[in-house]
């Protein structure tokens, strides 16, 4: 319930500030609807048959130079189970080069660190430390709006007497909105 009100306060505030922004100002903010796919022991032991979960996801980044963005990412995926819900959560930070830039098409290719949070339904979650790297690529709407595809992958550095695998790979594919101000 907090997660899509907070997700539905994030587009409000996003698209009141849309008339405002400018495609070269150093701050953006994304909003994502993400289709989310393990591949570890969740996805591969067939008594839990985990397979593609949905999700949302946001980032923010600041522009250090023309082409460096350092960057924050959330992500959540929610995926039913053999066994009951399992939900990840990724917090990332990153370092991303902007690989293309043209008038409007921005390529984006980042690599990061952060945690990766695995919550079994009714179980405490488990943490660990995760890196991550992939793509962004924003294709312009509109001066300071971008239409985002976000492919990543995550790998937490999990126990496998918790959640089967020592490698826990997880691969969000997200679609949203980023905006500059």
Known sequence: ?????LTAALVAAAFAAAPALAQDRPVSLEVRGIAMT?????????????DIGLGFGAGLAYRVSPTVR????????????NIGDV???HYMAKLGVDVVRTGKV???????AGMLSIKPDGADAFNYFAINAGAKIGIALSPGVEFL????G?????????????????????????FAF
């Open 38 to 50: 393990p591949t570890f022991g969740i996805a591969d032991n067939d008594r839990v048959g985990a």
């Open 70 to 81: 350092l960057m924050a990412d959330y992500d959540a995926g929610f995926h039913d189970t």
């Open 1 to 5: 319930m907090f997660a899509r009100a």
């Open 87 to 89: 939900n990840t959560y």
């Open 149 to 152: 595809l976000s492919p990543q």
């Open 106 to 112: 921005t390529v984006t290719l980042n690599a990061g």
């Open 154 to 178: 995550d790998i937490g550095f999990t126990d496998d007497t918790e959640v089967l695998t020592s490698a826990s790979w997880i691969w969000p594919f997200g679609v949203g909105l980023r």
